[in-house]
Every structure is written in C-alpha cells, then in structure tokens.
C-alpha cells in the first residue's frame, strides 16, 4: 500500500507470521519450480513434440472439469498435489508445438525464442521506462530497427503491441490523429463520416477497430477481391471516389499481405498509387506475410510495402516466435505515435529525470503496463540469423508447393460435399492431429493447412493427406 | 503457407537442408533451455532476490548498448555465445523481484504464478477456442467466479485483458454500447456528446481510452477528491447535471479503489447513489485495490464494490502474479461482452462445430490472439489458499502503518524541499533500492513506498528509512 493512506484501523484479525520473515520461502519455491520445469520438458517438449504422442487428449468439457478440479480454495495444496496439477494441464492441454498441429499460425516451437520468454517471464518486468527496462527499451529499438530496415525504412517508429488486431487499431487510430488531431481531445461528434477501406478476404479486425475506435463497422468499405484473394486496386479507387461523393472523408486504407484464409498478398504498388492519389494513410496488415521480407525468393509478394504508412508484423506467426510478438511499425519521423498516444503521466514520466526521457517509451502506447516481447524475437535472430529465418521461410513454401502437387495426384481431394466438420470431429477425438477449417465467400467449408513450423517434414504432409483420406473414408 | 495460394516460382535461390529433417533440433534446443534455466535461477531469482546484491546495475544507455552488442546479423552464433547473452540479459536488467524494489506495483515474486507463467509459454495456446485451450477456457471461467464471488456477485461476466488500462477501455466500450447500440456499426457521428466522470486522482488511463475510442479527452469531466484522495460524491453529482444542462450525455463513472499515487478508496457506496439517480454505468478501477477483497481487516475499504456494473481488477499487482494479469468483471448476465465486440469471424467461430461454441469466448475481446492470464493465478491460488492472499494483503497494510510510525520518529522525513530527483539518481546509481517518486496537486516531488511483495520484513521497512537518510544526508 502507499504509505501514506494508511492509518491504524483495529487489531489484526488473525495472527501474521513474524513480520520479519518474509511469506515466501525461496528454497522450497525454487524446488518447485525445478520440479515443474521437468515436468515441462517432458511433457510439452518432448512428448508434445513426437508424432508418436497425440496432439490433444480430447475430452468433453464437463468432464475435463472434473478431472481438473479447477475450484479455488480457502487453503492452500502441498509441493506433490501442485506438481500433480501441472502435470495435467500439460496433459490435457493441445501440444501447440507438434508437428501435425496446422491448426492455426502459432504452431511450432523454437527453443532460443522459449527462452527468451522463459527470462522475461522471470524478469517480469514492464516496458515503459529506460529506468525500470534498461536493458528491454533498447533491445526493442534495435528490433524494430531490424524489421524495418527489411522494408526499406531507414528511420521510423514503432513498438510491439498485445498482438495484431491491436496493432491494426493504433495504426487507425495514429492515422486518425494525423488527420484530425483534434480527434484526440474533442472526440469524433460533429465530424463527417470517416471511412476505411479493406478487402473483403481482409482478418475481421480491421471491423473490430473501427467499433472500438467509435467509427462503427459500415464506415469500413469492403474492396473487392480478384480470383486470387487480392484487393482489386480500380474497386478501391472507385469506392474511395463514391464515398466523397456520399460526404464520406476516407482516411485509412488497411492492405492485407498474406489473408488469414487463402494467405493472398495485396498488390500493394498499385494500391499506394491510389492512396497516394487521394492522400489516404495506407497500412499494411502483414501480420503473417511479413516474415517473407527475410527470404529472397518470396519477398516479390510483398513489393511495394516501403510505400506505406504502417505496418502490422506478427514474428509469432511465421517466425514461431511464441505468442505474444506482434511490431507495429510505422515510417513517421515525427513523433506522432507518443503525440496521438500520450498522456504525459507525472507519477511515471517524470520530465526532471537524470537520464534522457526519450527513452521512456510507455507514453507512446495506450497501455500503461506492457509486457517485453522483443526478447524472445532478438534471442532467437541472434540464434539463427536473418539467413536461418529466410531458410524456414523458404521451407515453408516448398512444402506448401509439394502438398498441392500430391493433392493434385489424389483423386479424393476435390471438395464437393460438405464433409469437414465431421472430418475434424473425428480428428481431435483421435487426436492425431489438428487442422483448421473455414467457408470462403461461396465456398464451402474446406480445411487450410498451416506449414510453416520449423519442426516441420515433408513426411508431415504425406501424413495429413494420408490422414484426411482415412478420417473422411466412409463419409 | 495456405497451400491454397502457392504456386511454383522458380528454383530456389539457395539450397535448403533436406526437405525431410526439420529445422529445429529438439536435443540441441533442450539442452539450451535447460542450460539457460540454470543460468536464471542462479541470477534472477536466487542472486536477484538476495539483499546482498545490488537491485540493478546501472548503466548509461550509450554504454549498455555497447556492451549488451544489440545488432541483429545475417548469421547465427553459437550455443556458449547465446548462453553468454542469456547471463547479459539477466545482469544488467532490474531485479524487480527484490525485496528492495518498491519502485512499481510489480514487484516481489511467487515461484507459484512464475511456474504457471513459464507452463503458459511451454504450452504456448491462444486463449479463443475451447477447441485449441480446451483447459484454458475452463480455468479461466473458474477464475473469473472466484473473483466475481469476492465481490459478491453469483453470476456476471468478464475476460483477462491486457492490462487495466484494456480493462477500463473495455468497460467504456460496453458501457457505451449498452447506451446506444448502434455506435458499434454506425460510429460516433452525429452524437451528442457522450461524458465521462472521473476523480483527479484517477488513473490516466481513462482518459487515453476515451482518446482512443474517439470520446476525446475534453469530454472526460474530473471529479473533486477530498483530503484523503477520494472522489467526493456530491461534486460528481453536480458535475453530471452540468454536464447534461450543456447537452452532454453522461453515461460512465469511472472511481477508483486505490489510487495510483496515494492508495485512496473512492466512497463506492455513496458513488452507486449517484450512479442510479442518474442511470449511468458505474465502473471500478481496482486494478490496484482490488486484492483487499481477500482481507476480513481490509475489505471494508471497497465497500460497495458490488453494486458496480464492471470492475477492473489485476492480480499481477498486490497478489503478486505477475505481468500481466488483469481482470475484468461483468455484473452483466445477458452477453454484453460478445454482442459488444463480436464479429462472427468464420473461419474460428464456425457454428457447426461438434461441442458447444459458447466455449469460445474469443469473440468476447476485440484482441484476436490473445495471451492464457489465468493459467499463473491459478496455480497460485491452489498454492496458497484464499487465506494466504488474505495474509499477504494484511501483511502489506502492517508494513505501511509501521513505516508510517517510524517516519514520524524521525526528523528528516517531512519534506520540504525539492530533494526526490537527486535521492532518485544516487539510488539508482549505487542500486541498492528502488523506490518511484512523483509530485500530487499542488505537492512536491515524493516517494511513493510500494509495500505488498511477500518478499519484504520489517527489516526492509527500516532500511527504506535509513537509506533515504543516507542518499540524502548533504541536500
């Protein structure tokens, strides 16, 4: 408590321990803690990464709950029975690190970027001043530097964000701020509409953030797609010329490089010379795509993207990172993410300080506690280098290349009948492995594969062709 | 890849290892963790918690760079090299778990909480689906109850945000959808003026959300407090019939149950009084105060508490779960949160799913990915007992009243001059604690003394005391 506010009310209620001894015991904590790292290694990390272990356990969640247990008490479980509990929520937890778990763009595991989280989590410390984080302001400069060094920023701003639909909703938000700076004391009554743009195939948050941020979803205007899931760059021209002429005030246009369900990389050259024709801040949500900005071969997909404003990035997707790793980054040198963000707390950001409090990086966000999530990103660069990262990157699209020629060779892989939720049914009660599945405009439900973890084989993905035909054999 | 997407682009630029190893080596990558496991122990929890060492190692930012050598390359280093950065990384960060760091609300470490934290990386899930956090879902539920249960609500709502800076947003946010629903799909054009009420002593983080969700800071009206800091209840009452006699819609109080600077209880019963005479949704901010609930000495503080409509509670403050940990409770019983943030994204929301889809509380966040927070109190929780939390919050208010008697022994403590910088640069310095300072109202720069850490006696308390004399002695 602060001191101050304290005053005497009563005799305690219950006895304290001495209050010279502190509540926690550090041997016995650290034998714990050594106990359960144990536990760790063997059941998520080891048997959580053999494909001779199921990826999940399934069971259904009435009785999941009794198995655990999960009821809060009045007192406290002995050394053995704690050891008991994490052993079963390794157990029954999805072993996300597993080769056959595509089942979304987290999958995978990498032990450097592990133990970054592993030291941050026993650091535990809070990203906003250089006094608190010395050591975590600068690393998350460098890193970012790094990343945007690949888009062709020399100079520039950004900071990791509670992931990418967070990101998105700053870049909005900074670029609000740029266009009507008043935004930020007056609020959005009395303005005229503001619109955003995006394609169709776009991820949902970019909606979410217009909600969120009091522009409403239908002031976000959906751009067509073309026949490969890209933004068609006339719709988008047409569409921005309809709402001015509607007394709309387009502002944002939100690019996807890499969509969440076809992985489709906008065009995103043609897409700036529209912005910049009508002087409409462009974003580009590259929160998977980002990562083949390390690989020589597949950066093409993503040309054009120095021309933006901002870019969303998401190294806890294809870098395998671990979650949560997602930069915003922006190509602005003047200061407008700390002008649009800042609130010049005095309790925290104290002007009189003996350092330099530029430094003191928490303003430029609208958190107050943010969580350090460079370290795992800058331990596992360190680990592999830029060239192991464009190596899995390049792995990745081989084996995404190889599935689709051998799906080709299969006769039972054209999709005509709606079979997939019963397919995936089947797949987590066996718990062999576990892919995603989803509709697409008229399409029916079909099931994406994710492929681009480090643990990954070839083999693996014989296996999930071998593994759909016999789940969905009878069907 | 989505396989879907790839095409075949040329050969590649370099050759990859074979297409049947993968690129990560399980026994190389857990003989690191396990080596940098050790290296932390020894640095970060037992050398860091150990008053015989320095709280931190400071360094000038030019100096620090240098030698932590940040530069990310194009190559990879070594097993020793990484090792040698792992030990880097631990020396010249904060200890923040030392008993002598009273800096923050942060501080102090549950070996507990920190073997849930480390487990939540292992296992690396994404808290949406129960599909893919089947135990997660279920623990985070039961979580939620048992702090809805302290405030004496049997039923209700709620999510871990990240951080309560996210907790007071999301509360603003479903506040205002309640009020007018049809903000989230039409924005804030054309609205009155949607007020907001707060104390002067209130957290900034409510007005950075009433920035951010387009309110604007000028339309966040600041509450009287009275000499103890707390909001007074008749001026808020004053201030929302000017407010609605200007054509402003008052729709959200936000008070606080522990301020950030001086630890007060704003009067919630008297503040409900308020809110329902007028129809205005009342919020908590207890991000800080929250954990006296566990207290039979102590709750009185927030009497009241549950005729709020949300309150926003973070365990990783006086319950010591570590970074982050933030609740936020819904006395709500009719879905608000989901129908307020949802977007029905299909390709993870399908309804067709073989279990009950009420299970994926994904949509409830405008987060997508969104990090397992309850996983560390949990454990925790089932380590200590409800009765240990209660231990340790009347321990914490035992160390403030001592120390508030011992300051008052001793001549030096009234301060008069400008003196909290120059202490605050000679500890930092020498590193033997860290304590914040801030000025209030019309006050001077002070210390701000943050006594919850389980880790701290008595003895800590007298050497606060006598260090401040120390630093300060020739000022």
Known sequence: MAAADISSDGPESHTLRDLNEPLVDHTEGQLFL????????????????????????????????????????????????????????????????????????FGGVDYHALTGRFLTEALNTNLYTYE????????EAEVLRGLRQLIGWTEGDGLFCPGGSASNMYAMNIARYQHFPDVK????????????????????????????????????????????????PSDLDEKIK???????VPFFVSCTAGTTVRGAFDLLDCIADVCEKHKIWMHVDAAWGGSV???????????GVHRANSVGWNPHKMLVAGLQCSALLLKDTENLLRRCHCANATYLFQQDKFYDVNLDVGDKTVQCSRKVDCLKLWLMWKAVGSNGFADRVDKSFHHARYLVAQMKKREGFQIVFEVAPAIKERMMKQGTMMVGYQPLGNKVNFFRMVVFSPLLSQKDMDFFLDEIERLGKDL
Chains 1, 2 share one sequence.
């Open 34 to 105: 050594t106990d359960a790292f144990k536990i760790m290694m063997e059941e998520v990390l080891c048997k959580g990464t053999d494909v001779k272990h199921k990826v999940c356990e399934w069971k259904e969640p009435e009785e999941l709950a009794l198995l655990l247990d999960l009821e809060l008490r009045a007192k406290g479980e002995p050394h053995d029975k704690l050891l008991q509990r994490v052993q079963d929520v390794a157990k029954y937890s999805i072993k996300t690190s597993h080769p056959r778990f595509m089942n979304q763009q």
């Open 242 to 248: 309809l709402a001015k002429s509607q007394g709309g």
């Open 293 to 303: 900005l390390f690989s020589k071969q597949h950066s093409h997909l993503i040309k």
């Open 132 to 139: 608190v984080a010395p050591v975590f302001v600068l690393m």
């Open 185 to 232: 004391s007056q609020g959005l009554f009395g303005l005229p509409r503001l619109n955003i743009f995006t394609s169709e195939d776009s991820h949902y948050s970019v909606k979410k953030g217009a909600a969120f941020l009091g522009i409403g979803t239908d002031n976000v205007i959906t751009v067509e797609v073309d026949e490969g899931g890209r933004m068609i």
